[in-house]
C-alpha cells in the first residue's frame, strides 16, 4: 500500500506533462493549416454604418434658449462611403433626429421627432429642462439602428415678455416681444410670431376675445388662458403647449361655447360664457383646475351680461357682473347662484344699482392712496353723454363701490373711443379712437385731456395699454423681475391694406403721462391685434 501511495503522484505529473505537450501540438498544426488555406471566404461586416462626430463643431450637449436653432451636421459612412444626402441610399437608409424627454415633470412629453435628413437644423420649441436628441440610422435591409446622442438643455422657454393677442386669417394668435424694456438682462432682443400654431401645430378657431395669466392659474397651474369667440384652452406658461381644452375647465360644459369675459382674482377664476357665469376656487385643491372646475351657471334670459369681468374685486364676491339691460352692476355673494343687486345709493357720484349707462371700453388702474386696491375704470355712454366712472369693487362696502364720475361728453375722440389703459402709479389713462391717442388726468381740476399721438397714414389703432401685468401682486411687488413696470406704453395699429399689425413702444413719465418720441421702438408684423399683456415667470411656479 505504501509504494502504491507514492506512485500516484508520480503518475499524475506525468499525465499533465503529456496533455500539455498533446495541446500543443494540435495547436501548431492547426495554425499551418490556416496558413496552407488559400480558400476565397466572403466575410460581411455586420454594420457597416458608421456615424463620425469627431467634428469640431459638434458637442456631446448643448445649452440653448427656446425656439433656438439646434445645428448638428455628422459625417455619416456606409461602407466606407461618405452619405453627402439622403437621396444617396433612399432605399437602403433612413434617418430620423428625435427629441426625447429625459426630466421629470407632471406632464409626459411625447417623442417629437425634429427632421429626417442627414444634418439637423431645427428650432427647438420644447420647454425647459433637460432633454436628448437621437440620431437614428435605419438599415432598411437588415433593420439594424445606429445611434448618436446628444443631451441638451433647455434653460428657458418663451421668457418674460410682452404679449400680443391677434387675429390673422379669422384664427386666433399669440405673438411674444422680449427684449430689456420687458425684462432684465436680456441678450438676445426677440420677436415671436403665431406662437400658438407652432407650439400646437394650428391657431385657436374663432377671432380673439381676451387672454390672461390669471393669478389663481399662475400660482397652482401654470396657464394662460386664452379666450376667442368660439373657444377657450389652456397652455403651458413655457411651451405655449396646449394643456386645457374648452371641455376642461367645466365639470359639466356648456353645449355652446361663446366665451366673452374671463378674469382671475386671487384664487378665483371667473368666466362669462353663452351669457351665464361661471365661477371656480381653486385654494381648496393643491393641483389647481385638475380638480377645481368651473360649476353651476349663474344668470337667466331675462340679465344680458356685459362683456365685462374687473381685475379686482373682494374675495367674498363669488362674482361680479354688469346687467345690459337694467344697466346695473349685480354680484354674486359666495354659496349663492343668484345675482342680488347692490344697495340703492341715490346720492353717491353715481349709483351701483342704477347707472343708466352702456359699457363701451374698461381697464384698471390707479386705487388712491392704497394701490392694492387697483380701482376698476369704465368709460360708458347713454344717447347723448359720455362718461368716466371709476368704481372700487375690492370692498365689501357697497357704499365704497362709487368713487368718481367724470362727463367726458365734450372730450376730443371720445364718440369714437375703442381703447382706454389706466396708469397704476399715476392719476391719468389715456384712451384712443381709430386715429388718436388722448391723455387724460382725472384727478387734476378741472379734468384735463390732450391729444399726444396720431396713427400713421394708412394705420388704424386697435388698442393701447401701459406696461403692466395683470396680475396684481406680481405688479405691485415687481421689482427686479419687472423692471420697467409703469415706464413704457404701447399703441398697436392695423394696416388693413397691408394686412400688417404693428406696436409702437416709447418712455413715459410715470406720474404725469407725457411720452418721450425719441425712444419709439416699433414692431411689426402681427395680426389685427385685439389686446396686449404681460407674460411672466414667477419664482417656483
Not at 426625447?100 to 425634429?114: A, H, M, N, R, V
Not at 397691408?498 to 403721462?513: A, L, M, V
Request: a neutral charge; proline letters at 4%.
Amino acid at each position: 500500500m505504501k509504494i502504491l501511495k507514492f506512485l500516484l503522484p508520480f503518475n499524475n505529473k506525468i499525465m499533465r506533462k503529456i496533455l500539455n505537450y498533446y495541446i500543443c501540438i494540435m495547436f501548431l498544426c492547426s495554425f499551418i493549416s490556416c496558413i496552407k488555406d488559400q480558400g476565397n471566404y466572403d466575410y460581411t461586416e455586420f454594420n457597416p454604418i458608421k456615424i463620425d462626430t469627431a467634428n469640431s463643431s459638434i458637442k456631446s450637449s448643448y445649452s440653448i434658449s427656446f425656439r433656438d436653432v439646434v445645428s448638428i451636421a455628422p459625417k455619416i459612412y456606409y461602407n466606407g462611403e461618405l452619405i453627402k444626402n439622403v437621396d444617396q441610399f433612399k432605399d437602403r437608409l433612413s434617418f430620423t433626429w428625435t427629441l426625447c424627454q429625459t426630466f421629470s415633470s407632471g406632464t409626459i412629453f411625447p417623442l417629437d421627432t425634429l427632421s429626417h435628413d442627414i444634418v439637423l437644423d431645427a428650432p427647438i420649441l420644447q420647454s425647459s429642462g433637460t432633454w436628448e436628441i437621437k440620431l437614428t440610422v435605419k438599415d432598411l435591409e437588415t433593420n439594424i439602428d445606429t445611434y448618436a446622442k446628444f443631451a441638451l438643455n433647455i434653460s428657458e422657454s418663451f421668457p418674460d415678455g410682452w404679449m400680443a393677442l391677434y387675429e390673422r386669417n379669422g384664427e386666433t394668435e399669440v405673438g411674444l416681444i422680449v427684449d430689456e424694456r420687458v425684462k432684465s438682462n436680456v441678450v438676445h432682443n426677440r420677436v415671436l410670431y403665431d406662437i400658438l400654431k407652432d407650439a400646437n401645430g394650428q391657431s385657436l378657431i374663432g377671432k380673439p376675445v381676451t387672454f390672461q395669466y390669471a393669478q389663481s392659474s399662475g400660482v397652482r397651474d401654470r396657464r394662460v388662458i386664452i379666450v376667442s369667440d368660439q373657444d377657450m384652452i389652456g397652455v403651458d406658461k413655457s411651451s405655449f403647449v396646449k394643456t386645457l381644452s374648452f371641455d376642461e375647465f367645466f365639470f359639466a360644459s356648456p353645449t355652446t361655447k361663446k366665451v366673452t369675459a374671463f378674469t382671475g382674482i386671487a384664487s378665483k377664476d371667473f368666466i362669462i360664457n353663452d351669457n351665464r357665469m361661471y365661477a371656480l376656487d381653486v385654494s381648496s385643491s393643491p393641483t389647481g383646475r385638475d380638480a377645481s372646475k368651473f360649476g353651476l351657471a349663474s344668470g337667466n334670459d331675462q340679465i344680458i351680461l356685459a362683456p365685462w369681468q374687473p381685475t379686482k374685486y373682494v374675495q367674498s364676491y363669488n362674482g361680479l357682473a354688469y346687467d345690459s339691460v337694467e344697466k346695473k352692476f349685480l354680484k354674486l355673494t359666495s354659496g349663492t347662484t343668484n345675482f342680488t343687486a347692490f344697495t340703492n345709493l341715490p346720492n353717491a357720484v353715481f349709483n351701483p344699482n342704477a347707472v343708466g349707462l352702456d359699457l363701451v371700453v374698461y381697464d384698471w388702474g390707479y386705487g388712491g392712496p392704497t394701490p392694492a386696491l387697483a380701482f376698476e375704470y369704465l368709460i360708458m355712454k347713454d344717447a347723448t353723454k359720455t362718461y368716466l366712472l371709476s368704481a372700487n369693487f375690492a370692498s365689501a362696502a357697497d357704499a365704497a363701490v362709487p368713487q368718481k364720475k367724470i362727463d367726458m361728453s365734450s372730450y376730443p375722440g371720445i364718440t369714437t373711443v375703442n381703447s382706454m389703459t389706466v396708469a397704476v402709479a399715476g392719476q391719468y389713462l389715456l384712451y384712443s379712437n381709430p386715429n388718436n391717442v388722448y391723455l387724460h388726468k382725472f384727478n387734476n381740476n378741472p379734468p384735463t385731456t390732450e391729444e399726444i399721438w396720431a396713427a400713421p397714414n394708412g394705420e388704424t389703432i386697435t388698442d393701447i395699454s401701459v406696461l403692466k401685468s395683470s396680475n396684481l401682486p406680481f405688479q405691485l411687488n415687481a421689482n427686479n423681475l419687472f423692471p420697467t413696470v409703469n415706464q413704457y406704453v404701447y399703441f398697436a395699429t392695423w394696416n388693413e391694406s397691408t394686412e400688417n399689425g404693428k406696436i409702437y413702444c416709447y418712455k413715459i413719465d410715470i406720474t404725469n403721462g407725457s411720452i418721450d418720441r425719441s425712444t419709439e421702438r416699433v414692431y411689426e408684423g402681427f395680426g389685427k391685434i385685439k389686446e396686449m399683456n404681460y407674460k411672466y415667470n414667477l419664482p417656483g411656479t
